[in-house]
T-cell receptor, first 109, second 114 residues
Framework: QKEVEQNSGPLSVPEGAIASLNCTYS??????FFWYRQYSGKSPELIMS????GDKEDGRFTAQLNKASQYVSLLIRDSQPSDSATYLC?????????FGTGTSLTVIP | EPEVTQTPSHQVTQMGQEVILRCVPI?????FYWYRQILGQKVEFLVS????????KSEIFDDQFSVERPDGSNFTLKIRSTKLEDSAMYFC????????????FGPGTRLTVL
């Protein structure tokens, strides 16, 4: 059974703070890792992908991957109210994505 | 910017009826997928499609479901004899070159089975 675990939250941070989202996965054969954002009633929207150990930065977002610990995280700097959404971690060994249940983030103005 | 499109946005059907959900993947993408998301639950993989055949399917994707690429642009999901528990959002996705590439999701079709 390939599991992707996320803290469901809700996670609340004040505007301008750093939000930290975490994800663990069970399949050591996983090759690619993604963070998607999903607003209520909408489809998943890609934020970042990461394929190798370490950090990857894109604007206010930083993804971190540690394959040995089977752990991937997303940091959101200078959080904005528009960042309020559910953040989905997705992991793939190839072909299909396995999604976590998502972490609900609320950024308080 | 190219995007995945899906029709209809909302489909209401009676239990036992057949429905066809339609998707137009991004034009240069080679891999196509269907996922579903029951309200309040996680996104679940149904099936992947490559080179005009199913490459992988989940245990959810039983004989009630079928997929087809009837022409060069459309990708369809057929659900025969719908059940109440089929009510969900159905997302189509596509990816470009390999099966570990980023998958881009369509806006979804909300299926309501009465």
């Amino acid at each position: 059974q390939k599991e992707v675990e996320q803290n469901s939250g809700p996670l609340s941070v004040p505007e301008g703070a750093i939000a930290s989202l975490n994800c663990t996965y069970s399949d050591r054969g996983s090759q690619s890792f993604f963070w998607y954002r999903q607003y209520s009633g909408k489809s998943p929207e890609l934020i970042m992908s990461i394929y190798s150990n370490g950090d990857k930065e894109d604007g206010r977002f930083t993804a971190q991957l540690n394959k040995a610990s089977q752990y991937v995280s997303l940091l959101i700097r200078d959080s904005q109210p528009s960042d309020s959404a559910t953040y989905l971690c997705a992991v793939t060994p190839g072909n299909q994505f396995y999604f976590g249940t998502g972490t609900s983030l609320t950024v308080i103005p | 910017e190219p995007e995945v499109t899906q029709t209809p946005s909302h489909q209401v059907t009676q239990m036992g009826q057949e429905v066809i959900l339609r998707c137009v993947p991004i034009s240069n993408h080679l891999y196509f997928y269907w996922y579903r998301q029951i309200l309040g639950q996680k996104v679940e993989f149904l099936v992947s499609f490559y080179n005009n055949e199913i490459s992988e399917k989940s245990e959810i994707f039983d004989d009630q479901f079928s997929v087809e690429r009837p022409d060069g642009s459309n990708f369809t999901l057929k659900i025969r004899s719908t059940k109440l528990e089929d009510s969900a959002m159905y997302f189509c996705a596509s990816s470009e070159g390999t099966d570990t590439d980023t998958q881009y999701f369509g806006p979804g079709t909300r299926l309501t089975v009465l």
